[in-house]
């Protein structure tokens, strides 16, 4: 077969009978798992749901291309597209609040699109690093997260050209970034997890 078929599972519940008690709780079948179509053989690594509909995938083959699976029935139905002038796949996944999608991978390679998906942009942060998740705080600043096998993470900040505005490295792999606002966001890291209050200007650790 040249697909690859995914599990979704929609709800997974069950209550084992309680041992050595005088009191039994009823059993909750299993609910129904529904086998989906990727119509890829690529490895798949991250997905976002813009909105109830829309949905995208990040992936592809690490030093060969780029592949987007996008969905427009929130996630039944998926078609694939491969992206060979990329030549790295994409392991993040980003957003920013104009809409706009960014996906990041190996050797700081971008892939981003403006049309909810209709065409994708070229696009590289040139410090050439391992970037496995993104997101915009604001409009015109990116926040990308890398790591070099878990041992070294670099947060860097770029503007939407991906010109390098900032830096910082530490002695653990990164592996995603979220915002809650321009100026509180998480960075998941590798046995720890970092948090920035002040617009990026600084990174704590959290206890």
């Not at 949905?55 to 597209?81: K, P, Q």
């Not at 998906?117 to 070229?122: A, R």
């Not at 690093?129 to 015109?140: E, N, V």
């Not at 915002?179 to 960075?187: M, R």
Request: hydrophobic share 40%.
């Amino acid at each position: 077969m040249n697909t690859v078929n995914r599990w979704l599972v929609t709800l997974g519940v069950m209550m084992a009978a309680m041992a050595g008690s005088g009191c039994r709780k009823d059993k909750l079948p299993a609910a129904s798992i529904q086998r989906l179509n990727s119509n890829t053989t690529d490895r798949l690594n991250k997905i976002h749901f813009a909105g109830n509909q829309r949905a995208f995938i990040a992936g592809g083959e690490m030093f060969d291309r780029a592949t987007v699976l996008s969905s427009t029935d929130g996630g039944y139905t998926w078609t694939a597209n491969s992206y060979p002038m990329a030549g790295k796949a994409m392991y993040g996944l980003g957003t920013s609040s104009t809409g706009a999608i960014y996906m990041c991978g190996v050797d700081g390679t971008v892939l981003h699109t403006a049309d909810t998906g209709k065409t994708w942009q070229l696009g590289r942060i040139l410090d050439w690093r391992h970037y496995i998740g993104a997101a915009f705080p604001t409009p015109d600043t990116g926040v990308f997260v890398s790591t070099v096998l878990q041992r070294e993470g670099c947060i860097t900040q770029v503007d939407t050209a991906f010109r390098i505005i900032s830096q910082d490295t530490f002695s653990l792999g990164f592996n995603n970034v979220y915002f809650t606002s321009a100026s509180t966001g998480y960075v998941l890291g590798y046995g720890a997890i970092l948090r920035t209050t002040d617009y990026r200007r600084t990174w704590q650790y959290l206890d």
